[in-house]
């Protein structure tokens, strides 16, 4: 019917008759809706992370999809000045020229430590955890190695750093 929400079937709305994203029926917000500087061409959102992990992410933390992005910017100018250091200490499990991003397995508690130096909550430490372990996840599943990085996220935590 004109003006209302199509359905797919599973009772959740997904877009409007002018093509128009709504939300999911679980309240959070699909990934373009989650960061609205997010420029498919460009990845230009300020920080690396995929905008498929980004809503993964958002939908499991106890964060705001609204909140996510702007941590996810501050962690990204955080973790930038140490890129030096993660290359020279951890393992380097990707290097995304495509994605303009290099992705690090880092010991447990990693980011606990980020997130002091950042002075954020734990529940935004976890959003941010949970963001970067998706980012690596999809990434896996993209390079046909998501059992090896799932096996590596057991250990260790992920660390996506923007070039």
């Known amino acids: 019917m004109p003006g209302r929400d199509r359905e797919d079937g599973d009772g959740t709305d997904r877009e409007d008759e002018d093509g ?3 939300e999911d029926g679980d309240g959070t917000d699909r990934a373009g809706d989650a960061d609205p500087s997010y420029d498919p061409e460009t990845r230009a959102m300020g920080h690396p992370i995929d905008p498929n992990a980004l809503m993964i992410a958002a939908a499991k933390a106890s964060v705001g999809a609204g909140r996510l992005p702007e941590l996810l910017r501050a962690a990204d100018e955080h973790l930038r000045g140490h890129l030096d250091e993660y290359e020279r200490a951890y393992e380097c499990v990707d290097e995304g020229a495509d994605r303009g ?14 997130g002091d130096e950042l002075g954020v909550n734990r529940r935004e430490v976890d959003a941010l955890r949970r963001a970067h372990e998706q980012h690596l996840l999809r990434v896996g599943t993209q390079r046909r190695r998501r059992r090896e990085f799932e096996s590596a996220l057991e250990l260790r935590e992920a660390v996506v750093v923007g070039r």
């Open 101 to 114: 991003a290099v992705t690090f397995l880092v010991p447990e508690g990693h980011w606990k430590e980020i």
């Open 20 to 22: 128009t994203d709504r």
